[in-house]
């Protein structure tokens, strides 16, 4: 059973930065990415940023320049640090892995983390 917890959400000023980890209970290896995703009160979940198993990142338009996502092979850990943040950033961070096998799709998912940004 793959386990995904994340950890750092918290309440902070606009402007101000937070890290958020992501330790997952397997070699990060097993997954082809990981990611970070968020979800706004009546909003649908969006993806953040992405960092595959060769380190190619990809970012949402809206974060690009602000957040870095990064990992620790070692400590099977994936980061995401967020600078310059905006209350439009406040949501539930949900840490992401993907593996496909074949035809196959699978997504794993941690039990989020709660970020507020206050203006």
């Known amino acids: 059973q793959v386990q995904l917890v994340e950890s750092g959400g918290g309440l902070v000023q606009a402007g101000g930065s937070l890290s958020l980890s992501c330790a997952a209970s397997i070699s990060i290896f097993a997954f082809d990415a990981m990611g970070w995703y968020r979800q706004a009160p009546g909003k649908e979940r969006e993806l953040v940023a992405q960092?595959?198993?060769?380190?190619?990142?990809n970012y949402a338009d809206s974060v690009k320049g602000r957040f870095t996502i990064s990992r620790d092979n070692a400590k099977s850990t994936v980061y995401l640090q967020m600078n310059s943040l905006k209350p439009e950033d406040t949501a539930i961070y949900y840490c992401?892995?993907?593996?496909?096998?074949?035809?196959?799709?699978?997504?794993?998912w941690g039990q989020g983390t709660q970020v507020t940004v206050s203006s």
């Open positions: 960092i595959t198993n060769s380190t190619i990142r």
């Open positions: 992401n892995a993907e593996r496909r096998v074949g035809p196959h799709d699978y997504r794993f």
